[in-house]
């Protein structure tokens, strides 16, 4: 089965400092992932996704994860965090077509905090 | 765009009561999720709808049914809310399953039901 470990709840940087939410993935073959996004009191939007083409993938505002087979991770990096980060994030595997439809396991979610 | 919406923001329920949560999508997507968050959990799937009708249990459907009679709405009832149903719920639709391309594993996610049962 597919799963994702964040690896930290929470993480707090100061505005201007990179950033990096760390993610862990487990895979019974080569796998899409996914980073999500939620801003308080708003929808799920999809930041970037890795599905077997270049390793390291762009998203939007700055965001990129590297996916490393090696290691079986997937991290985000940000070279400079922006007050407008502050959000929840989560890290995401495809489990595969089932019945047509194409379901996500999503990981614990890492709480981003941005300070001055 | 492509716009989910979810009937109601927040919702406070009794015990017992009935609940009904409704989603409606406007980009003729065939794949609707309900899951619901609770910190530190993150998402878990509920029950998901790969066309009219058709249903599949995701991976937690205990004390959860869903309906969907027609392709932009997909409807969670909650038969006998519970005090352990107090969660965020929320709605997701995407395109019919690819293994690739731009919409490979993209889900759009409505804005998110808040329910209390008391």
């Known amino acids: 089965a597919q799963s994702v470990t964040q690896l930290d709840s929470h993480v707090s940087v100061s505005e201007g400092t990179p950033v990096l939410l760390r993610c862990n993935y487990s895979?019974?073959?080569?796998?899409?992932l996914f980073w999500y996004v939620q801003h308080p009191n708003k929808g799920l939007q999809l930041l970037l996704k890795y599905t077997s083409a270049a390793t390291l993938v762009k998203g939007i505002n700055g965001f990129e994860a590297e996916f490393k087979k090696s290691e079986t991770s997937f991290h985000l990096t940000k070279p400079s965090a922006h007050m407008s980060d502050a959000a929840e994030y989560f890290c995401v595997v495809t489990r595969g077509l089932t019945g047509g439809g194409n379901k996500l396991t999503f990981g614990t979610g890492t709480q981003l905090k941005v300070e001055l | 765009d492509v716009k989910v919406t979810q009937s109601s923001r927040y919702l406070v329920k009794r015990t017992g009561e009935k609940v009904f949560l409704e989603c409606v999508q406007d980009?003729?997507?065939?794949?609707m999720f309900w899951y619901r968050q609770d910190p530190g959990l993150g998402l878990r799937l509920i029950y998901f709808s790969y066309d009219v009708k058709m249903k599949e249990k995701g991976d937690i459907p205990e004390g959860y049914s869903v309906s969907r009679e027609k392709k932009e709405r997909f409807s969670l009832i909650l038969e006998s809310a519970s005090t352990n149903q107090t969660s965020m719920y929320l709605c997701a639709s995407s395109p019919l399953g690819v293994t690739s391309g731009s919409t490979h594993g993209t889900q759009y996610f409505g804005p998110g039901t808040r329910l209390l049962v008391l």
């Open positions: 895979s019974s073959y080569s796998p899409s």
């Open positions: 980009m003729d997507h065939e794949n």
